[in-house]
């Protein structure tokens, strides 16, 4: 059954406590993301990957941190330093290659709602 | 700053009639144009992409670039209480074929 699967569903966060969202996708895809989305908005990006061992930040990096160890796993960690980290974050793959076409298409896991206790 | 502009809504169409949701976009290079469905609580699924100006059409929805005045549009035919939804306009910067920048979206009800 291929997809992006995002876990857990739902994390709460202590204050001064960081978390890892978890985020694994078995569609071969190069191209993966994070993104953060508040109620009534759009999608922001926070980081994206490429390829293997190589990430860059997006529009709202501070606060988060990622790895990208495996092809198929890119997981987000919330920090401490994040102030303000309620929102419904949502990972996304793509299949990668620069240039237009199907290959730059992003496909999204079913999200992880953070709240913080 | 390059920015995806679309009208928050609701627009409320009766069942049956045609909704008509439009975005507008900055970077005039920008070449690969998505539109995604959100249901609430939910997360965005790909409805439509659009590269050539002019209209793709999938079913019930045409997909509508004009690259010169820098507005993608999305029409829904025979609108189905089950298309309320939230509709997410994305588009690839012209400097990173990579990323999206997404619109806040346009909130569609489709009333019975």
């Known amino acids: 059954d291929g997809g992006i699967t995002q876990s857990p569903k739902y994390l709460f966060r202590k204050e001064g406590q960081n978390v890892t969202l978890s985020c694994e996708q078995n569609l071969n895809h190069d191209a993966m993301y994070w993104y953060r989305q508040d109620p009534g908005q759009g999608l922001r990006l926070i980081y994206y990957?490429?390829?293997?061992?190589?990430?860059q930040k997006g529009d709202i990096a501070e606060g988060y941190s990622v790895s990208r160890e495996k092809k198929e796993s890119f997981p987000l960690t919330v920090t401490s330093a994040q102030k303000n980290p309620t929102a419904f974050y949502l990972c996304?793959?793509?299949?990668?290659?620069?240039?237009?076409?199907?290959?730059?298409?992003?496909?999204f896991g079913a999200g992880t709602r953070l709240s913080v206790l | 700053q390059k920015e995806v502009e679309q009208n928050s809504g609701p627009l409320s169409v009766p069942e049956g009639a045609i909704a008509s949701l439009n975005c507008t976009y900055s970077d005039r290079g920008s070449q690969s144009f998505f539109w995604y469905r959100q249901y609430s609580g939910k997360s965005p699924e790909l409805i439509m992409f659009i590269y050539s100006n002019g209209d793709k059409e999938d079913g019930r929805f045409t997909a509508q670039l004009n690259k010169a005045s820098q507005y993608v549009s999305l029409l829904i035919r025979d609108s189905q209480p089950s298309d309320s939804a939230t509709y997410l306009c994305a588009v690839n910067p012209v400097d990173s074929s990579y990323k999206l920048i997404f619109g806040s979206g346009t909130r569609l009800l489709v009333r019975p």
């Open positions: 990957s490429q390829i293997v061992n190589d990430f």
């Open positions: 996304a793959s793509a299949p990668g290659l620069a240039g237009p076409g199907p290959k730059n298409i992003q496909y």
